[in-house]
């Protein structure tokens, strides 16, 4: 297993396909995932929605108790952190988030990030990725968590972006 806890218990970072669903089971399907499709393709199936996936898309979605499968196509590889509903309601707490992307993020949406955004999310997922494998260090779950609320501020700033563009978008 190639894991990687955050958090223990509360955020983990999967790799694969089977380390994703042995993490989703970690923390009982009562849960947020974020998947980065780093290459290839891919399928979200949940109850609420099928979504096909490709290099560049980053989806979220709130599991709440429900059973979703991801199925790899076409040499898939991604990069996915599942975070506790008690780490996802602090975070909220910490910080102000705008009706348009609380309302994204209740939909378990899928946004295709531009090549610039796709750049800085890759550098932030890999410095929490280094981070986190180091041996323990003074403040290691302290200097984790808040580079983990980094990362999903970054995120939420390039939804924020990604929602004013689409609302901006002049229809055919």
Known sequence: STIVPIIEGEALIARSIADFEEVIALLAYRCTVTVYVSRGEARWVSPQRTVDMAKGDLLIHNLENSRCQLVAENDFMMFAICVSSAFTRQFAQSIRISWNIRQALVSNALFHLSSEDRRSVNENLEILLLKSQCPDYPQRTRILK???????????????????????????
């Open 146 to 172: 808040h580079l983990l609320y980094i990362l999903s501020v970054e995120i939420l700033l390039h939804l924020s972006r990604y929602i004013q563009n689409s609302n901006n978008e002049v229809p055919n």
